[in-house]
């Protein structure tokens, strides 16, 4: 079995939990969404990302098996918040680890 991929974007913002928030409810219609000590994770069918809000951002660490799976993940995830962050001209600038 090989170690899943991972991504990660640092999002700047002054309002990280409500992105994380609206972020969460929005995806947590059709995903599984767990709150875990150090954030929100949102579980899709093909990976999971973990929210994270920091002092001035948003933290956005992506999970799956697969680059395929990984960049759906990111896609999911990156453009939803770049739509809620529209007005604020969020960008999500995914950077593989």
């Not at 991929?5 to 409500?18: F, H, K, Q, S």
């Not at 969460?24 to 949102?42: C, P, Q």
């Not at 920091?54 to 395929?68: K, N, Y």
């Amino acid at each position: 079995m090989t170690a899943p991929l991972t991504a990660r974007a640092d999002v700047g913002t002054a309002t990280p939990e409500r992105y994380a928030k609206q972020l969460a409810a929005h995806l947590g219609r059709r995903s599984e969404i767990r709150e875990e000590a150090d954030g929100v994770r949102i579980v899709l069918a093909v990976g999971d990302c973990l929210l994270r809000s920091q002092e001035g951002s948003l933290e956005l660490l992506a999970t799956a098996p697969g680059p395929e799976e990984l960049e759906r993940v990111q896609a999911v995830v990156g453009s939803h918040l770049e739509r809620f962050g529209q007005r604020s001209e969020l960008q999500v600038v995914w950077r593989r680890d």
